[in-house]
């Protein structure tokens, strides 16, 4: 299947896809700092995380389901002329999110993930249920973790 858009009209709109200070992340940063929570951005931290929590030694991501292949409906593997690419980038992408979380760990750090279904579109959760989620994850010490949406 060809494109729908030229390609003038497909970079145009490739090039508006923000990296940060995306919707999920001001709803995440927000629903944290008003229960309380202080964090750091743009830190200098394995995989960039886009909050860091010193006191509790957590780096959080906000992952994009599409940018990070999540097993949820939010994500369609792209077909047609560019499928090979798309494969192989966002199979680059899910081995660096694996690398990001070694080294982390191996830094001494925790990792939680968020994933962008959990925050917006049909599954999301409520933001109060997806902060005491992530206030379970901060207090149990686990090096690692995760919510998502949820899908009947």
């Not at 860091?52 to 077909?79: I, L, N, S, T």
């Not at 999301?124 to 010490?141: C, F, H, K, M, Q």
Request: net charge positive; charged share 30%; hydrophobic share 40%.
């Amino acid at each position: 299947m060809t494109d729908v858009h030229d390609r003038e009209t497909r970079s145009r709109n490739m090039a508006a896809i923000r990296g940060r200070d995306t919707k999920p992340e001001r709803l995440l940063r927000s629903v944290l700092h008003r229960a309380g929570y202080r964090f750091r951005l743009n830190t200098s931290l394995p995989g960039k995380p886009d909050l860091a929590m010193r006191k509790y030694r957590a780096a959080v991501f906000v992952h994009g389901c599409f940018w990070h292949k999540h097993d949820c409906p939010r994500f369609k593997q792209p077909g047609g002329d560019n499928a090979e690419f798309w494969r192989a980038k966002l199979a680059r992408n899910a081995e660096r999110d694996k690398e990001v979380t070694a080294a982390l760990l191996a830094s001494d750090w925790r990792q939680f993930v968020v994933w962008e279904c959990a925050l917006v579109g049909k599954g999301r959760l409520d933001l109060p249920t997806a902060l005491d989620r992530i206030e379970e994850w901060l207090a149990s010490g686990a090096e690692t973790g995760e919510i998502a949406g949820e899908f009947d």
